[in-house]
């Protein structure tokens, strides 16, 4: 059974910077492919960012420039360095990974990031 458990969320102003972290239960490049996705109050989930393995990352509009998703294969874990934070970045994130299918079939529980103005 696969586990990811995110951390490094909180609460932080306008302009600041956080670094969300995911732990996996297994080697990270064991998966096709890992992402971050967020969901604020009242929205639907988002995709955020995606980094395959041996891939390219790709990152949604919002969020290009100022975030980066990146692995630690030694470390099991997934990052998301989130710079230039806006109060619109407040939101639940999620970490998914997912093996040949397309649908990302594991995820965290989330951590909760919120953005003061």
């Known amino acids: 059974q696969v586990q990811l458990v995110e951390s490094g969320g909180g609460l932080v102003q306008a302009g600041g910077s956080l670094r969300l972290s995911c732990a996996a239960s297994r080697n990270v490049f064991s998966f096709n492919a890992m992402a971050w996705y967020r969901q604020a109050p009242g929205k639907e989930r988002e995709w955020v960012a995606s980094i395959p393995s041996g891939g390219i990352t790709s990152y949604a509009d919002s969020v290009k420039g100022r975030f980066t998703i990146s692995t630690d294969n030694a470390k099991n874990t997934l990052y998301l360095q989130m710079n230039s934070l806006k109060p619109e970045d407040t939101a639940m994130y999620y970490c998914?990974?997912?093996?040949?299918?397309?649908?990302?079939?594991?995820w965290g529980q989330g951590t909760q990031v919120t953005v003061s103005s």
């Open positions: 998914a990974a997912r093996g040949p299918e397309l649908r990302y079939k594991y």
